[in-house]
């Protein structure tokens, strides 16, 4: 087993590894506008299933950048929200949107052949 400690600790590695899963940032970017129910997000998302929203939802809880508050249990009402943390998240955000917007050119619509009757 390799030994870490003596690893330097960069905070760029970090940060892309625990925002570069799947859906992460979309999730973060949902609840920059305020507390969603699981349902609202699930369905803000779109293809996102169930499953891997509550995977991506507990961690960002576990790096405490979510906050998961039960409101009641019968029936089940849960929020999610962004903590101070998470909420620090939308200068990353804007600035990727920012180079993007700079770098990355859309990608061109391909067109549509003509179906031609044989």
Same mark, same amino acid.
């Given at each position: 087993?390799?030994?870490?400690? &003596?690893?330097?600790?960069?905070?760029?590695?970090?940060?892309?590894?625990?925002?570069?899963?799947?859906?992460?940032?979309?999730?973060?970017?949902?609840?920059?506008?305020?507390?969603? @129910?699981? %349902?609202?997000?699930? $369905?803000?998302?779109?293809?996102? %299933?169930?499953?891997?929203?509550?995977?991506?939802?507990? =961690?960002?809880?576990?790096?405490?950048?979510?906050?998961? @508050?039960?409101?009641? =249990?019968?029936?089940?009402?849960?929020?999610?929200?962004?903590?101070?943390?998470?909420?620090?998240? &939308?200068?990353?955000?804007?600035?990727?949107?920012?180079?993007?917007? @700079?770098?990355?050119?859309?990608?061109?619509? $391909?067109? $549509? @052949?003509?179906?031609?009757?044989?």
């Amino acid at each position: 087993m390799a030994d870490k400690s &003596n690893e330097i600790f960069c905070p760029v590695t970090a940060t892309t590894s625990l925002l570069g899963q799947k859906w992460t940032l979309e999730i973060i970017r949902s609840l920059i506008d305020g507390k969603k @129910r699981f %349902n609202e997000l699930s $369905q803000a998302l779109g293809g996102l %299933n169930a499953r891997t929203l509550s995977t991506r939802l507990k =961690s960002l809880e576990a790096e405490d950048i979510v906050e998961r @508050r039960t409101l009641s =249990s019968i029936p089940p009402w849960v929020e999610y929200e962004l903590t101070e943390k998470g909420r620090a998240l &939308n200068e990353v955000i804007e600035s990727m949107a920012t180079w993007g917007r @700079r770098w990355i050119q859309p990608p061109k619509k $391909q067109k $549509q @052949r003509a179906k031609t009757k044989a």
